[in-house]
């Protein structure tokens, strides 16, 4: 009962928040000339086409242990090409965080449903903005800032939706683009103002385990 409870508030709030996506849209992906974009392989379309059915897996699931993100873009659903619009949903167990990251192509408009999350984003002034969000509430990230989400509730999990202006938003992930790309020690450490030893360090424990 619980499961499908949690299946149609979700139904329910991805219907109400895809009304934010009048204003969000308009500076989102460039126009297509026509109703909606093909993929080169499908040589069928009809209702199924326009149907993800990837968020399924959140119906009577239990929640995961680490953070995780379900998503709906273009990459997972095809049909949102050219249309300037995706959607993410957000679970956090309890203690768990989204590191540091940005969209470069897109707003994030995150809406609470269950929980509470500890969120915030950098302007181009290094200037922190932060607020502590309830159930109900809605946040939005500027288009290319670097933001965050920290579930600090140490045994209750929370979980959000989010709303993108692209279909293809993109994710920068600071710690990974910074310490798993290759980027020479020397200048992290330079950069960082501290040691290689440190930075060695950082990236072993951001090393995929095997």
Do not use: C, W
Request: no cysteine; hydrophobic share 45%; glycine share 6%.
């Amino acid at each position: 009962m619980a499961s499908r409870s949690l299946f149609f508030r979700l139904f329910s709030l991805l219907m109400i928040s895809s009304f934010v996506f009048v204003e969000v849209a308009m500076a989102g992906d460039p126009d297509i000339l026509t109703d909606f974009v093909v993929p080169a392989n499908v040589t069928k379309v009809d209702g199924s086409f326009f149907t993800f059915t990837g968020m399924r897996t959140l119906v009577g699931s239990d929640p995961p242990k680490t953070f995780k993100v379900l998503k709906a873009s273009m990459a997972e659903f095809p049909a949102l090409n050219g249309q300037s619009v995706s959607y993410a949903v957000l679970q956090f167990p309890a203690g768990t965080t989204n590191p540091p990251h940005n969209h470069p192509r897109s707003a994030e408009l995150l809406f609470l449903i269950e929980g509470s999350l500890q969120v915030g984003f950098v302007d181009t002034t290094n200037k922190l903005f932060t607020q502590t969000l309830q159930v109900g509430d809605i946040f939005v990230f500027p288009k290319g800032l670097v933001h965050f989400q920290f579930n600090a509730d140490k045994e209750n999990p929370a979980l959000a939706i989010s709303a993108f202006g692209s279909a293809n938003a993109g994710t920068v992930s600071l710690p990974n683009t910074l310490f798993t790309t290759g980027i020479d020690d020397n200048v992290l450490a330079i950069s960082f103002k501290t040691d290689v030893a440190t930075i060695q360090a950082l990236k072993a424990g951001l090393a995929p385990k095997p």
